[in-house]
């Protein structure tokens, strides 16, 4: 079966949220799930966020998400399909997900906050990446 551009994309932006819809979004309307490996955590993760990595989800999301939950998983950045994985793994499970793209790396580059061992941090953010300022 093929489908044409149109279809394709359409379709893809039904599977992908930006940074910003994340970080503007109705606080507890989002279930926002963190996919990378622990020592990833700990240096930082979005607030809020759950803690899952990929391999986890089978085991701990029917557990600890419930099943109507809207979910965004994220990983590192562009560069990295972990999240991808991650999205698949929800699906699977009959979870309606959403990747979000560009990861933490653009979550950081947009000036959002990060948590940390030392709490919460902030960077000015990236003119490049964002029409957004503080």
Known sequence: ???TASEYFRAKLQCEIDVMEVAESEPGSL???DTRRQSSWDHG?????VHMPTAQIPARAPDLIPAESQIVVYSWGPGCNGSTFAALAFAELGYSVKEMIGGIEYWIRNGLPVETAAG???????ALVTAHTA
């Open 1 to 3: 079966m093929s489908i």
């Open 31 to 33: 279930v926002v799930v």
């Open 45 to 49: 993760h979005i607030p809020g966020a």
């Open 120 to 126: 919460a941090v902030q960077n000015k953010p990236d």
